[in-house]
Nanobody, 124 residues
Framework: QVQLVESGGGLVQAGGSLRLSCVAS????????MAWLRQAPGKEREFVAA????????YYADSVKGRFVTSRDNAKNTVYLQMNSLKPEDTAVYYC?????????????????WGQGTQVTVSS
């Protein structure tokens, strides 16, 4: 069973950038499709981005396409989310999640493994 730990959140001004990291342990990292989801106050958790086991395929929500990039380093058991041109509406707790499926899912319920989340706050 894999354990996930996110880091890299913080407070940034609109237009700025942050890079989130998620380190996995306790499993075979290349077994997992990895994803980032976020949850803003009073809203449901939503899909942000996903990456397949090799890093060769990535998927993004329309709201972040062109601004966010996800990547992974299988040698370091780490997945990243580079967030550029941040907007106040990107403010949320960001979660790293994993599934053993080779397919990515937009629905949070399809992910069996979750990190504890990291807060991202974008000020206007």
């Amino acid at each position: 069973q894999v354990q996930l730990v996110e880091s890299g959140g913080g407070l940034v001004q609109a237009g700025g950038s942050l890079r989130l990291s998620c380190v996995a342990s306790g499993g075979t990292f290349t077994t997992y499709t990895m994803a980032w989801l976020r949850q803003a106050p009073g809203k449901e958790r939503e899909f942000v981005a996903a990456i397949n086991w090799s890093g060769g395929s990535t998927y993004y929500a329309d709201s972040v396409k062109g601004r966010f990039v996800t990547s992974r380093d299988n040698a370091k058991n780490t997945v990243y989310l580079q967030m550029n041109s941040l907007k106040p509406e990107d403010t949320a707790v960001y979660y790293c999640a994993a599934t053993t499926s080779t397919y990515y899912y937009a629905s949070p319920s399809q992910y069996a493994y979750w990190g504890q989340g990291t807060q991202v706050t974008v000020s206007s």
